[in-house]
Protein backbone atom coordinates (compact mmCIF):
# COMPACT_ATOMS: atom_id res chain seq x y z
CA UNK A 1 0.00 0.00 0.00
CA UNK A 2 2.77 2.54 1.15
CA UNK A 3 4.27 2.27 -2.62
CA UNK A 4 1.53 2.35 -4.57
CA UNK A 5 1.38 5.41 -6.87
CA UNK A 6 -1.59 5.28 -9.12
CA UNK A 7 -3.93 2.84 -7.98
CA UNK A 8 -5.08 0.23 -5.30
CA UNK A 9 -7.84 -2.03 -5.25
CA UNK A 10 -9.04 -4.16 -2.50
CA UNK A 11 -11.30 -7.51 -1.63
CA UNK A 12 -11.96 -7.63 1.95
CA UNK A 13 -13.98 -10.41 3.77
CA UNK A 14 -12.46 -8.80 7.18
CA UNK A 15 -10.68 -5.68 8.22
CA UNK A 16 -10.29 -4.21 11.72
CA UNK A 17 -6.61 -2.92 11.39
CA UNK A 18 -5.96 0.53 12.32
CA UNK A 19 -2.77 0.56 10.86
CA UNK A 20 -4.10 -0.65 7.37
CA UNK A 21 -6.53 2.28 7.50
CA UNK A 22 -3.65 4.92 7.86
CA UNK A 23 -2.12 3.00 4.92
CA UNK A 24 -4.98 4.13 2.93
CA UNK A 25 -5.18 7.67 3.96
CA UNK A 26 -1.89 7.90 3.06
CA UNK A 27 -2.25 6.47 -0.12
CA UNK A 28 -5.15 8.71 -0.80
CA UNK A 29 -3.17 11.85 0.27
CA UNK A 30 -0.90 10.88 -2.40
CA UNK A 31 -3.19 10.67 -4.99
CA UNK A 32 -3.75 6.91 -5.51
CA UNK A 33 -7.20 5.82 -6.56
CA UNK A 34 -8.56 3.35 -4.15
CA UNK A 35 -11.34 0.56 -5.06
CA UNK A 36 -12.55 -1.56 -2.07
CA UNK A 37 -14.89 -4.56 -2.32
CA UNK A 38 -16.20 -5.43 1.26
CA UNK A 39 -18.10 -8.29 1.71
CA UNK A 40 -21.15 -7.03 4.06
CA UNK A 41 -23.63 -9.39 5.53
CA UNK A 42 -27.11 -7.75 6.14
CA UNK A 43 -27.21 -7.38 9.98
CA UNK A 44 -23.31 -6.83 10.46
CA UNK A 45 -22.24 -4.45 12.81
CA UNK A 46 -19.70 -2.13 11.04
CA UNK A 47 -16.78 -1.89 13.12
CA UNK A 48 -14.28 1.23 13.36
CA UNK A 49 -11.96 -0.05 10.58
CA UNK A 50 -15.32 -0.06 8.46
CA UNK A 51 -16.81 3.11 9.86
CA UNK A 52 -13.48 4.99 9.17
CA UNK A 53 -13.52 3.39 5.64
CA UNK A 54 -17.06 5.55 5.23
CA UNK A 55 -15.33 8.73 6.45
CA UNK A 56 -12.51 8.34 4.25
CA UNK A 57 -14.78 7.67 1.21
CA UNK A 58 -16.44 10.70 1.92
CA UNK A 59 -13.22 12.93 2.26
CA UNK A 60 -11.49 11.27 -0.67
CA UNK A 61 -13.91 11.37 -3.87
CA UNK A 62 -11.23 8.96 -5.58
CA UNK A 63 -11.88 6.15 -2.70
CA UNK A 64 -14.99 3.90 -4.20
CA UNK A 65 -16.20 1.29 -1.81
CA UNK A 66 -18.57 -2.04 -3.25
CA UNK A 67 -20.49 -3.73 -0.71
CA UNK A 68 -20.56 -6.77 -1.75
CA UNK A 69 -24.06 -8.54 -0.39
CA UNK A 70 -24.97 -10.75 -3.03
CA UNK A 71 -22.19 -12.98 -2.40
CA UNK A 72 -19.92 -14.52 -0.30
CA UNK A 73 -16.93 -12.49 -0.94
CA UNK A 74 -13.90 -14.17 1.06
CA UNK A 75 -11.09 -13.13 -1.02
CA UNK A 76 -8.31 -11.39 0.36
CA UNK A 77 -6.63 -10.08 -2.61
CA UNK A 78 -4.72 -6.27 -3.26
CA UNK A 79 -3.48 -5.12 -6.88
CA UNK A 80 -1.46 -2.10 -6.94
CA UNK A 81 -0.89 -0.31 -9.39
CA UNK A 82 -1.62 -2.78 -12.22
CA UNK A 83 0.86 -5.06 -11.80
CA UNK A 84 1.73 -6.40 -7.79
CA UNK A 85 -0.52 -8.56 -6.65
CA UNK A 86 -1.08 -9.53 -2.94
CA UNK A 87 -2.90 -12.32 -2.37
CA UNK A 88 -3.35 -15.28 0.49
CA UNK A 89 -5.41 -16.10 3.59
CA UNK A 90 -4.84 -13.29 6.19
CA UNK A 91 -7.27 -11.12 6.78
CA UNK A 92 -6.83 -7.86 7.12
CA UNK A 93 -6.61 -8.13 11.02
CA UNK A 94 -3.98 -7.48 13.72
CA UNK A 95 -4.67 -11.69 14.03
CA UNK A 96 -4.66 -12.36 10.27
CA UNK A 97 -1.69 -10.33 9.86
CA UNK A 98 0.49 -10.99 13.04
CA UNK A 99 -0.55 -13.71 14.98
CA UNK A 100 -1.93 -16.67 12.70
CA UNK A 101 0.01 -18.95 10.66
CA UNK A 102 -1.19 -17.87 7.02
CA UNK A 103 -0.11 -18.18 4.14
CA UNK A 104 0.19 -15.27 0.92
CA UNK A 105 2.05 -14.75 -2.25
CA UNK A 106 3.09 -11.47 -4.18
CA UNK A 107 3.14 -11.58 -7.79
CA UNK A 108 5.12 -8.71 -9.97
CA UNK A 109 3.15 -9.24 -13.25
CA UNK A 110 0.69 -7.17 -15.35
CA UNK A 111 -0.65 -10.09 -17.12
CA UNK A 112 -1.83 -11.83 -14.18
CA UNK A 113 -2.95 -8.53 -12.28
CA UNK A 114 -5.03 -7.39 -15.02
CA UNK A 115 -6.52 -11.46 -14.90
CA UNK A 116 -7.13 -10.58 -11.31
CA UNK A 117 -8.65 -6.94 -11.91
CA UNK A 118 -10.77 -8.54 -14.65
CA UNK A 119 -12.68 -10.61 -12.07
CA UNK A 120 -12.82 -8.47 -9.31
CA UNK A 121 -14.42 -5.48 -11.33
CA UNK A 122 -17.16 -8.22 -12.05
CA UNK A 123 -18.44 -7.79 -8.51
CA UNK A 124 -19.73 -4.40 -9.68
CA UNK A 125 -22.37 -5.94 -11.81
Do not use: C, P, W
Not at 23 to 34: C, K, S, T
Not at 47 to 71: C, G, M, P, Q, T
Not at 98 to 118: H, R
Request: charged content about 25%; proline content about 0%; glycine content about 4%.
Amino acid sequence: ISKASNELVMTVYVITSMDIIDDLRNALERGVGVEIYLYSEEKQEENDAVLSILKLKDEFNYLKLYRIKEEMLHAKVLVADGHKVLSGSANFTFSGMFKNYELGFLVNDSTIAMQILTLIKRLKS
